[in-house]
C-alpha cells in the first residue's frame, strides 16, 4: 500500500474507466489496474464494481476514497511545508486575477515587477472571484489578486491597496458639472452595472442599498470597459474603480459623498510554502510608486 495506489484509486473513481485513469496518471492500464487489484487484496474489500460498462464504487469503496482523498491532501500539505515558507518567490508562478483589476494594475506595474523579481515568470489567468478561489484550492494557481470580500477567512491574506469607487457620466449629464455626486442623487439615473459573479457589483449594490438607491437590472455589461462606453453614449451612469478612471472621450468622474472604498488583496494557501514571498510581493507592489500615483491622481 503506497501513494500511488491512492492516486490510481482517486483517478479510477474521477473517470470510471480503466484505461482513461491510466492515461491522466501516465502508466500502463495494465499497471494500474494490478496495482488498484493488489490495494483490494490487501485491504479485503472491493473498491470498484467492474461488473458494467463505467467503472462505479461500491459501498465500502465510497468510504475508502473519503479517508484516501484525506490522505492525499495531507501529504501535500506536508511536501508544501517541507519546502520551507522561507523561500523567495522563485519559478513559475501562477496568478488568478479579477477581471475589475487585471487591465488597469497589471500595465503599471508588469515590466517593473518582471525586473524586481527576475527569479519569476509570472503567469497570469483572468478570473472572477469565485473561479480564483476554487482555483486556489485546487492548486491551479499559487496566488489571487482579488477585492477583499466575504469568503477569504480560509485564505492568507495580504492586503495590497484601497481604492476609491468614482461615478462615470457622459459630459452631456445633469451630473457632469458637479465635481462630487451623493449615492442619493443616482435615484434618478440609469445605472449601469456589470453582470453577476463580478464581485465589483455586489460591492457596488452593498453601498447603493445603504444609501437607499434601487438598483435596476436592466442594464447588464461583461465589462467595465463595455459599460464607459455606453456612459459616454450618455445610455447611463457607472461606478468605476479609481484604476480604470482613465482619460477617455465624452466622459467625465465623479467622486462620491461619502467616499466609497475596495481593498485589494492578494491571497493564498494558508500552507502555501512561500508566504514569505508573497508577503514580500505584497510590500512591493503596495510600494510602488506607479501605482500610487494612479490611485492619488485626481480624476
Known amino acids: ?4 495506489d491512492f492516486e490510481y484509486v482517486k483517478a479510477v473513481a474521477q473517470y470510471k474507466h480503466f484505461r482513461k485513469a491510466a ?3 501516465y502508466v500502463s492500464q495494465p499497471t494500474l489496474s494490478g496495482q488498484v487489484k493488489k490495494l483490494e487484496q490487501e485491504l479485503g474489500v472491493i473498491i470498484f464494481d467492474r461488473s458494467t460498462k463505467q467503472v462505479t464504487l461500491t459501498v465500502q469503496g465510497e468510504q475508502l476514497l473519503k479517508q484516501i482523498t484525506l490522505i492525499l491532501e495531507q501529504t501535500q500539505v506536508l511536501k508544501e511545508i517541507a519546502a520551507s515558507s522561507h523561500d ?3 519559478g513559475k508562478i501562477n496568478v488568478g486575477i479579477i477581471p475589475t483589476i487585471a487591465p488597469y494594475l497589471l500595465p503599471t506595474l508588469l515590466t517593473s515587477m518582471k525586473q524586481a523579481f527576475s527569479e519569476t515568470q509570472f503567469s497570469f489567468i483572468e478570473m472572477q472571484t469565485a473561479q480564483t478561489l476554487v482555483a486556489l484550492d485546487n492548486g491551479e494557481i499559487d496566488i489571487a489578486i482579488v ?7 480560509p485564505y492568507h491574506v495580504s492586503p495590497l491597496y484601497k481604492e476609491d469607487f468614482l461615478v462615470a457620466v457622459s459630459e452631456q449629464h445633469a451630473l457632469a458639472k458637479h465635481a462630487e455626486v451623493a ?4 435615484h434618478e439615473c440609469d445605472l449601469l452595472m456589470l453582470n453577476e459573479g463580478h464581485c465589483f457589483k455586489e460591492q457596488a449594490e452593498q453601498f447603493c442599498f445603504s444609501a437607499g438607491v434601487e438598483v435596476s437590472n436592466q442594464y447588464k455589461g461583461n465589462s467595465i470597459e463595455t459599460l464607459l462606453a ?3 453614449m450618455d445610455d447611463g451612469v457607472t461606478f468605476v474603480p479609481k484604476l480604470a478612471c482613465t482619460p477617455r472621450e465624452g466622459v467625465k468622474y465623479l467622486a462620491i459623498s461619502p467616499n466609497q472604498q475596495r481593498q ?4 493564498t494557501r494558508k500552507h502555501y510554502p512561500h508566504i514569505a514571498g508573497v508577503e514580500q510581493l505584497a510590500r512591493w507592489l503596495n510600494a510602488h510608486e506607479g501605482l500610487q500615483a494612479h490611485l492619488l491622481a485626481s480624476s
Open 1 to 4: 500500500m503506497n501513494l500511488k
Open 88 to 90: 523567495p518567490l522563485k
Open 230 to 232: 455606453l456612459v459616454a
Open 23 to 25: 492515461d491522466a496518471c
Open 264 to 267: 485589494v488583496v492578494i491571497a
Open 147 to 153: 477585492a477583499d470580500v466575504a469568503g477569504l477567512a
Open 183 to 186: 449615492l442619493a442623487q443616482l
